[in-house]
C-alpha cells in the first residue's frame, strides 16, 4: 500500500511536468515589467527561437557538467569552498553592477525597520497601518532593523547578508544531494556548481524582501528531515523542525514543507519505527509555530498590541478571491481586493471574510466551467513556466530613466543607486535582457525534462526516495492553484528543482556514457 501511495505521487507530479513541458511548445509564459506592466503574458510560442536556446543551453549545461567531473579528484575540503567562494564572487559582481533600489514591499518593510529603529516607531500596527493589514511581514522588518542595529546602515550590508543566506541555500542543495543519493561512489560536484551558478538565485540576493532567508531556513531543514529519515537520529529531527519554524517565521509557505515532512514521516513509520516517529511528528508540530507565538507575546509585554496581532489582519480570503481572476488568472488584482478589506470592511478580519465569501462566491457562479478551466490552466502555465522567478523586476531591476511604460499601471518604477555600462546594457526591453530571460525561461523547461526522467526511471524501478521533494513540489502546485500568483511565490523550490533535475540530467548522461562504453 505504501509503494502504491509513493507510485501514486510520482505519477501525479509526472503528469504536471508534462503538462508544463508540453504547453511550452505552444505557449510563453513572460514577465516584463518594462515592457508590459506588472502583469503576467502569456503568447504564442517562437518555436525556431526557442529550440535554438534549448539547443544552446543543453550545449552550456553539458559543458559545465564535463567541467564538474574533473573536479572529481579534488577533496570537498577543496572544491565546496572553491565553488562558493566563485558564487560569491558572481553575486557581489551583481550587486555592485546592477545597484537596484528597494521598491514597493521591499521599500515599506525597510522604512518600517529604520523607523522602529531610529525613533521606536510601531505605528503600522494600529488599524489601517502595513503591519495591522500583514503582520507576518514583521519578520522581515525585526530582521532588518536587527541587522541595521549591528552592522553598517546601508544597502549594501542587506545584500551581502542575502548573498550568505544564498550561498547556505547552495551548499544544503549539494548536502540535500548527497544524502538522497548516498550510495553515488563520485562527488557530484556538478549539481554544487549549478547552484552556485543559477543566475535566478544569483540576481535575487538583490532583493530586499524574505524570499532568500525563507529559502535557506526551509532547505535546511528539509535537508535534516531527510538525514533523520535515513540515519534516524533524533538530533537531525530537532534541527529540522527548528529550521522549519523559522523558514515558516519569514514565509508562511513553510506549513506546505512542514506537511510534506510530516507526511513522509508516517510514510517512512516501518522503516523509523513507531516510537521514533511519534517524537519526530511531535516535535516538529511542537516548535512550529514557536517563533509566531513568541513574537505575539513580545509585543504585547511591550505595549505595541493589545491583542493577537493576527485579530484583525487581512484574512486569507483575500488572496483566495484575487485568485479567482479571468483577466489577469489569479496575479494582483489592481487593488480590488484591498478595497474590500480596507474601505468596505473597515480593516475588520471577520466583516471582511465574510464580503471575500460572497465576492468568491459570485466569481465562480458568473464564470463557466470552460471560463474556469481556462483561468486555472493559464494560472498553472504561466506560474510554473515563467522560469525566471521575475528576477528581471525583483533581481536586475531597471531604471525608471529608461521610460515611462512600466508606469502604465500606477506602479513605483526600479530605480538604481547609479547607472554604468552594466545596467546601460541591460536597460529596457535591450536585446541581452531580454536575452537573459529567455535563457533562463528554457533552462527551467530543460530541468523539468530532467525530472520527467528522474520520474519515469523512479516509477519504473520502483525507487521512491525523493518522496519529501515530490510531495513538497504537488504542495505548492495545489496551494498556488488556490492562491494569488506570482513566478516569485515559487523560489523556495527552486532547490528542489535543482536537486530533482540534476539527477535525471545525470541518468541520462550515465546512460550515453555507459553505451558509448
Known sequence: ??????????????????????????????????????????????????????????????????????????????????????????????????????????????????????????????????????????????????????????????????????????????????????????????????????????????????????????????????????????????????????????????????IAVLISLLLGIRKLGVRKTLAALFITGALFNVPGWTQNAALQAAGVVDESVNTN????????NMGINLETFGFWDNRESYTIYQQDADYNKAASTELFKEEISNKLADASAGDLVNMYYKKLIWTWTEGTYQMERYGLGNDSSSGDRGRMVGMVMDRYSYTNAATDLFKGDSGYRSGLLWMMYVLNLLMYGGIMVRLIGSIRAGRYGETPLVLIILGFIGFYLLWEIKARYIFPVYPLLIVFSYMGFKDVYDYFAGRRR
Do not use: C
Not at 489582519?313 to 483566495?320: D, E, G, K, Q, R
Open 1 to 258: 500500500m505504501v509503494k502504491g501511495i509513493h507510485k501514486s505521487l510520482y505519477i501525479i507530479l509526472s503528469l504536471f511536468i508534462g503538462l508544463f513541458i508540453a504547453s511550452s511548445f505552444f505557449i510563453r509564459a513572460k514577465y516584463s515589467y518594462f515592457v508590459y506592466g506588472d502583469t503576467p503574458v502569456l503568447e504564442k510560442q517562437q518555436p525556431g527561437l526557442f529550440i535554438l536556446v534549448i539547443v544552446l543551453m543543453l550545449a552550456i549545461s553539458a559543458a559545465l557538467y564535463k567541467i564538474s567531473l574533473k573536479l572529481n579528484r579534488f577533496s570537498r575540503r577543496i572544491v565546496i569552498p572553491g565553488v562558493l567562494a566563485v558564487s560569491l564572487a558572481l553575486q557581489l559582481a551583481i550587486i555592485f553592477l546592477f545597484p537596484r533600489l528597494p521598491t514597493d514591499d521591499s521599500e515599506t518593510v525597510l522604512n518600517l525597520a529604520l523607523d522602529m529603529l531610529y525613533r521606536s516607531d510601531y505605528s503600522s500596527f494600529e488599524t489601517g497601518g502595513y503591519l495591522h493589514m500583514f503582520p507576518f511581514n514583521f519578520s522581515i522588518v525585526l530582521y532588518l532593523k536587527t541587522l541595521l542595529y549591528l552592522f553598517p546602515d546601508n544597502y549594501l550590508t542587506i545584500k551581502i547578508f542575502n548573498i550568505l543566506f544564498t550561498l547556505l541555500t547552495t551548499l544544503m542543495i549539494y548536502l540535500l544531494y548527497k544524502e538522497l543519493n548516498d550510495k553515488s561512489r563520485e562527488h557530484d560536484y556538478g549539481v554544487l556548481v549549478f547552484g552556485a551558478t543559477y543566475l535566478p538565485a544569483l540576481f535575487m540576493s538583490n532583493f530586499i524582501y524574505n524570499d532568500g532567508i525563507a529559502t535557506a531556513f526551509l532547505t535546511s531543514g528539509l535537508y535534516f528531515a531527510v538525514k533523520f529519515m535515513k540515519r534516524k537520529a533524533l538530533k537531525d529531527i530537532l534541527f529540522a523542525a527548528i529550521l522549519l519554524a523559522l523558514g515558516n517565521y519569514f514565509r508562511s509557505v513553510g506549513v506546505i514543507v512542514l
Open 313 to 320: 489582519s487581512a484574512p486569507v480570503y483575500m488572496w483566495l
